[in-house]
């Protein structure tokens, strides 16, 4: 089994930006997937970006992200970050950390096996 816990939301004005942190346990995580997903109200949950734990950290981003966010992992923390620079008020929604086993970078939200609960990001105009 395996826990994800989120941290880092909160409120920021346009333009501003936080940092999102999962911190997970359970597992080793030396073959994991990690991703960050969003939901807004009334919307589906979508990616945001994935990487992945193997050698070379491969990364994925959603293009309404692409030159914005940043996902980052500690190793030796068991921890997967998101850098969010550049905020928008379309940035606003839930924030779900998930994991998989696998080397490669997935990016679609069925193929992840373990959730957080999720963090709330308010972007204000």
């Known amino acids: 089994q395996v826990q994800l816990v989120e941290s880092g939301g909160g409120l920021a004005q346009a333009g501003g930006s936080l940092r999102l942190s999962c911190a997970a346990s359970?597992?080793?995580?030396?073959?994991?997937?990690m991703g960050w997903f969003r939901q807004a109200p009334g919307k589906e949950r979508e990616f945001v970006a994935a990487?992945?734990?193997?050698?070379?950290?491969?990364?994925s981003y959603a293009d309404s992200v692409k030159g914005r966010f940043t996902i980052s992992r500690d190793n030796a923390k068991n921890t997967v970050y998101l850098h969010m620079n550049s905020l928008k008020p379309e940035d606003t929604a839930v924030y779900h950390c998930?994991?998989?086993?696998?080397?490669?970078?997935?990016?679609?939200?069925?193929?992840?096996?373990?959730w957080g609960q999720g963090t709330q990001v308010t972007v204000s105009s």
């Open positions: 359970g597992r080793t995580f030396s073959s994991y997937t």
């Open positions: 990487i992945s734990w193997s050698t070379g950290d491969s990364t």
């Open positions: 998930a994991a998989r086993s696998g080397v490669g970078v997935y990016i679609t939200r069925h193929e992840y096996a373990y």
